[in-house]
């Protein structure tokens, strides 16, 4: 039986991660796998370090064309998070998910 790249990266990050505080982080993603998705976060220094030590807890993307993660991301997903030319060095749940279309007056 072939294990699809979801369920090996599941299984991946579960065991690079088990016995850590992080391990809640895949409280009931195996059971809600088809309405939780999984997204990759990919950063640059301060802000990977501020997002890993807790100082950054929000990330906001402005741009004209709305493309993903916008409105792609949901409340309960998966973000993996990266070095930017670097490796994977971090997951979290996604808590609150917010989306703004600002009028060109603003």
Not at 89 to 96: A, H, M, Q, Y
Request: charged share 20%; proline share 5%.
């Amino acid at each position: 039986m072939q294990t699809s790249w979801v369920d090996s990266l599941l299984q991946q990050l579960e065991r690079k991660i088990a016995g850590t505080p992080l391990f809640h982080t895949f409280d009931g993603i195996q059971e809600n796998i088809l309405s939780n998705g999984i997204h990759l976060a990919v950063f640059v220094e301060p802000y990977l370090s501020f997002v890993l030590e807790g100082k950054k807890t929000v990330e906001s993307r402005f741009s004209l064309n709305r493309h993903a993660p916008y409105e792609q991301v949901r409340d309960g997903d998966l973000l993996v998070l990266k070095k930017s030319g670097g490796p994977i060095c971090g997951v979290c749940r996604v808590s609150n998910v917010w989306y703004y279309r600002l009028d060109p007056s603003s």
